[in-house]
């Protein structure tokens, strides 16, 4: 004799049949969505539950393939980092770093150029031996 059809409403209103306050209790509600998914589920056979699973998984593999993808092609099409050129005679200490402005120095303690953010701030001093008088007139 083949099964009988069971409609899975009937289902779920005969488990959760006298349940008070079905639609204001937190746990008595998470009761009963848990009684209405397995009777969502008791129809499917293994096989369907087992091809949706497949199904689900391939959508996650696609979607990582196509980040780890995007990821790679930032990596490669990165500028190009050029080494900063100070003048003969300057402390490079006392330039910011190129590098760590754009956050990335990789580096760290061994780069010869500072990583100071007030470093870039703070004015040159005046020589004391030229004569900048000439420069201020003309400015």
């Known amino acids: 004799?083949?099964?009988?059809?069971?409609?899975?409403?009937?289902?779920?209103?005969?488990?959760?049949?006298?349940l008070k306050?079905?639609?204001?209790?937190?746990k008595v509600g998470r009761y009963v969505e848990n009684?209405?998914?397995?009777?969502?589920?008791?129809?499917q056979s293994r096989k369907e539950m087992i091809d949706k699973e497949?199904?689900?998984?391939?959508?996650?593999?696609?979607?990582?393939?196509?980040?780890?993808?995007?990821?790679?092609?930032?990596?490669l099409f990165k500028p190009?980092?050029?080494q900063q050129k100070v003048p003969f005679g300057v402390?490079?200490?006392?330039?910011?770093?190129?590098?760590?402005?754009a956050g990335t120095c990789t580096k760290g303690d061994k780069c010869k150029f500072s990583h100071d953010p007030n470093v870039e701030r703070k004015?040159?001093?005046?020589?004391?031996y030229t004569d900048n008088r000439d420069e201020e007139k003309k400015n």
């Open 123 to 128: 004015t040159t001093k005046r020589d004391l």
């Open 35 to 43: 009684v209405k998914n397995q009777a969502a589920q008791a129809g």
């Open 80 to 82: 190009v980092q050029v």
């Open 54 to 75: 497949r199904e689900k998984q391939a959508i996650v593999d696609r979607k990582r393939a196509e980040q780890a993808k995007k990821e790679e092609l930032v990596e």
């Open 21 to 26: 306050n079905k639609n204001r209790s937190a």
């Open 1 to 18: 004799m083949p099964p009988k059809k069971v409609d899975k409403k009937k289902i779920v209103e005969d488990k959760t049949f006298g």
């Open 91 to 101: 402390n490079p200490k006392t330039v910011l770093c190129a590098f760590f402005k």
